[in-house]
């Protein structure tokens, strides 16, 4: 059986849009104030993630964020991403935009806990804050691997919204991906 692991960078408040702040909020680009070396720590971490994954999970809109910066970049963590299996849960998308990739519509929970039910391995969930939220909800969620930067952002959607119950979970890892706080959390069952 699978494991879904969500992989967000946060900041201090929650707030996981625009980190790298394309997106023109303008209150994103966040990440882009961590250090070179930062950078190393996590770009490290980031890769070892992927390769010890056996597939994504990802919304929409992350799948076309993805695609547009991942599909034309060479180098052995593009090629890890670019290649692994992908699904990608939409109501209206027909062909997903990064390659390697299989639509998940439908029920959204059905299709998640059967794909859950089906692999063996991590299904990393990176961004999709919707996605997540709806994970969450419906006890989705095996893990959550929170990457803190030390900012403040103020205002913007947070990884944590409304949830149908309380959600508990346990510490299980902590270290310093140079000087960012990297948290790993199991969920634990109700």
Known sequence: MGKIVVSEQISLDGVVEDPSGVEGTGRGGWVNEMSQADRARWTEHEFA???AAEALLLGRRSDAWFAARWRDRAGEWADRLNTMPKY?????????QWGNATVLSGDVV?????LRTETDGDIVVYASA???RLLLDHDLVDELRLTIHPFVVGAGPSLWG????RKTFR???SRLLGSLPHLTFEVVAA
Do not use: N
């Not at 849960?89 to 997903?96: A, G, I, K, N, Q």
């Not at 059905?110 to 059967?114: G, I, L, R």
């Not at 409304?162 to 119950?165: C, F, G, L, W």
């Open 49 to 51: 993630e992927s390769v």
């Open 88 to 96: 990608v849960v939409s109501s209206t998308l027909d062909e997903p």
């Open 110 to 114: 059905e299709q998640v806990a059967k």
């Open 130 to 132: 919707l996605l997540v």
């Open 162 to 165: 409304e949830t149908a119950s």
């Open 171 to 173: 510490l299980t890892d």
